[in-house]
């Protein structure tokens, strides 16, 4: 059967054990999966790629068949999935089912999919089309980040944002913890603060740079920083955002401490690390240990206290605190 994703809230989706969520909005797919599934979930929740699981899926799914003591329900989550996955879904629905749902993701699907009319036609199974966003349907998400943190943004500057991120709430997202980490020094944002912001993607992105950073790959820094002629205002930004992704990664590697298990760590940190970044965060912890770490972020608070008392020099003193390490 089919449900739309805004109904969702007037659903009893504790009925169903099989979901797929189809379309091109991936941003809007993963809200749905946090808010409806596994916020404050406490089972077990493991994700694969299509390929993975359908090499690895009789044992997959007698693991998880098999009653837990210690985690009785269970999400899995199967990503970029086509109608290759149809005969294998047909084998799990002859078997027993309890407490285990199956979430899958992939992009758009012809009306001719087997995948999709699987989901369509069975009364026990839900499909859920996903839609590209548009400046309506990004605006509130907008004003609620703005609102949220008592931002001072014209409405030039919103519309500004509003067209660099070309309908995508994953582009939205990532441009708004720009301009949060920026506002945790200014809660003024002039129009020229958000296109400078805005427009760093257009060479190499801050978070680029702080994760090359963080994965000890000093060629790719030096590039990064040789090739951008970054200001005073990105400057701040840049320390901003290794802080708050180091903070992250201290408390990663804190967690893993305990259950010396990176991959879970990794997938069940929230807010969630998408699936493009986490190599790179695991690369990272690698990287570093616990002392090690610590002592940078203390480092790392230091540099913007002596930046912004030197405001003129505020390049060379973040180049040369990158570069040495």
């Known amino acids: 059967m089919i449900f739309k994703n805004f109904e969702l809230g007037n659903k009893n989706l504790k009925e169903f054990n099989f979901f797929l969520l189809y379309g091109k909005n991936d941003g809007l797919k993963n809200e749905i999966i ?10 077990e929740l493991n994700k694969y790629e299509e390929a993975e699981f359908l090499v690895n899926n009789d044992n997959i799914m007698e693991e998880f068949l098999n009653k837990s ?13 086509s109608d290759k996955l149809v005969n294998t879904l047909e084998k799990i629905l ?36 996903f839609y590209d966003d548009d400046s309506r349907s990004l605006l509130p998400i907008l004003h609620e980040f703005i609102n949220k943190h008592k931002l001072k943004i014209s409405r030039e500057s919103i519309n500004l944002i509003l067209d660099r991120v070309s309908g995508n709430r994953e582009n939205l997202k990532i441009e708004l913890q720009k301009i949060f980490n920026y506002s945790l020094t200014n809660k003024n944002l002039t129009f020229e603060t958000i296109k400078k912001l805005t427009n760093l993607a257009e060479n190499y992105g801050v978070g680029e740079l702080v994760d090359e950073y963080l994965s000890g790959n000093t060629k790719n820094v030096t590039k990064i920083l040789n090739e951008n002629n970054y200001s005073d205002d990105d400057c701040i930004l840049i320390l901003r955002t290794l802080l708050i992704k180091s ?13 010396n298990n990176i991959d879970k760590v990794i997938m069940n940190t929230k807010p969630p690390i998408f699936w493009k970044e986490r190599d790179y965060v695991k690369k990272q912890a690698n990287n570093w240990d616990l002392r090690k770490l610590k002592n940078k972020i203390y480092e790392i608070n230091e540099i913007e206290t002596l930046i912004k008392t030197n405001s003129k020099n505020s390049l060379n003193i973040l180049s040369d605190f990158i570069i040495s390490y």
């Open 34 to 43: 946090e808010k409806y599934f596994t916020k404050n979930f406490k089972g």
């Open 69 to 81: 003591l210690f985690s009785t329900e269970k999400i899995i989550i199967i990503s970029r999935s």
């Open 94 to 129: 002859e078997r027993s089912l309890t407490d285990l749902k199956i979430i899958i993701k992939t992009g758009i699907l012809e009306k001719k999919s087997k995948l999709r009319s699987l989901f369509e036609k069975s009364v026990s199974m839900v499909a859920i089309p």
């Open 247 to 259: 903070k992250r990664l201290l408390k990663i590697l804190e967690t893993n401490k305990q259950i």
